[in-house]
């Protein structure tokens, strides 16, 4: 039984190491990142995929230098500014992932409009996560339960995955970390259950459709048990 990734994840790390290394300030980095992600959204539509998360501002990210953090918000508006044409016209759906409120007004206004304009399209849905964290995700869907459910009703993880951010889309079949750390930080903890993890050393302005390509490889030789043993996923590749 061959593996179908429909829905892809991925943490975007090392911005700032490829910058260091180059001499360039941690912004120029990030610049070099987003051009990163607008081959990766392309490559992944082009490959199938239907559902690609990007993990781009964490819930602790607010702890980086104030100047780093306010260059990030005018990058990311400079960045919808500029691709929200090109998303129509490659048939990206945008959503967000996270808690918006803390981000400049601005900024929410014309992520909001983009999300509204994208809705419609159905060539890949791109969800971007800003001040996400995967605790925050899960203590908002509790007190989203406490405040809409009856105290009685019996609670499963089938319904409460629905209070959670990612709703609207199936978990991740694979994950994918660049820059060479070992671990999730935070990103999506309730929905990689069974998640495929895949990491690179590969700096994320240069991971490209090469690099993802590995990736999918790499993810294509897995045996997904689901808590089965082999010999039930034999079974179920028999006709």
Not at 48 to 66: D, M, Q, V
Request: charged letters at 30%; glycine letters at 8%.
């Amino acid at each position: 039984m061959e593996n179908k990734i429909v829905h892809l994840a991925i943490i975007m790390d090392g911005n700032g190491r490829w910058a260091k290394s180059r001499g360039f300030t941690r912004l120029k980095g990030h610049e070099a990142g987003a051009q990163a992600a607008r081959r990766i959204v392309e490559a992944a539509k082009h490959r199938g995929i239907t559902y690609l998360t990007l993990y781009a501002f964490s819930s602790e990210n607010w702890r980086r230098p104030k100047d780093e953090v306010e260059g990030l918000f005018r990058l990311l508006e400079g960045f919808i500014e500029r691709e929200v044409e090109k998303l129509m016209e490659e048939g990206v759906c945008l959503h967000t992932i996270g808690d918006l409120s803390k981000f400049p007004e601005k900024l929410q206004q014309k992520i909001q409009a983009t999300k509204e304009k994208t809705r419609d399209n159905s060539g890949i849905h791109l969800s971007v996560a800003l001040n996400y964290g995967g605790r925050d995700d899960i203590i908002r869907g509790i007190r989203q339960v406490l405040r809409t459910a009856p105290l009685n009703r019996e609670l499963d993880e089938e319904t409460f995955s629905r209070y959670l951010d990612t709703s609207f889309m199936p978990d991740p079949d694979l994950l994918i970390r660049t820059g060479g750390e070992w671990r999730v930080s935070n990103f999506l903890l309730w929905q990689l259950a069974y998640t495929e993890i895949y990491f690179t050393d590969t700096l994320w302005p240069d991971f490209d459709e090469k690099a993802l390509d590995a990736a999918v490889s790499w993810f294509n030789s897995r045996q997904r048990r689901f808590g089965m043993t082999p010999e039930q996923i034999e079974g179920m590749r028999k006709p």
